[in-house]
């Protein structure tokens, strides 16, 4: 099992579910910022989804300076996308989680850390 595209896979099908829940059964509860907000979630999950999955094609075997930049997408995902889809909907639901606030720019952090892990392994 390659685990970069088991798991870029997972958060690919969801991002899938996410964008069209938002399109369809969230329009309905969001205001435009909210629905603004949460297909941003979704656009940053499919990126680095995919980029999961191309990494996962293109390693033989997986270091552990691979096993981090596995961690820091896969957190950086969970973090950022996610904590933008609790306040969007916790928001709407007039309940706004504002503990998720500074969770985003962490997982922000963790995908950009994963795009210098993968520079730096590429020009070594």
Known sequence: MNIFITTGAIFGALGIIFGAFGAHALK??????QLKNF?????YQMYHALLLV???FNIQHITSYENLLFYSLTFGILLFSFSIYGL?????LNKKLKILGPITPIG???LLLGWILLILNSIN
């Open 39 to 43: 297909e941003t979630g979704v656009k």
């Open 54 to 56: 191309i990494i996962g």
């Open 88 to 92: 969007c909907i916790s928001s709407a």
């Open 28 to 33: 309905k509860i969001f205001n435009e910022d």
């Open 108 to 110: 922000g952090l963790l």
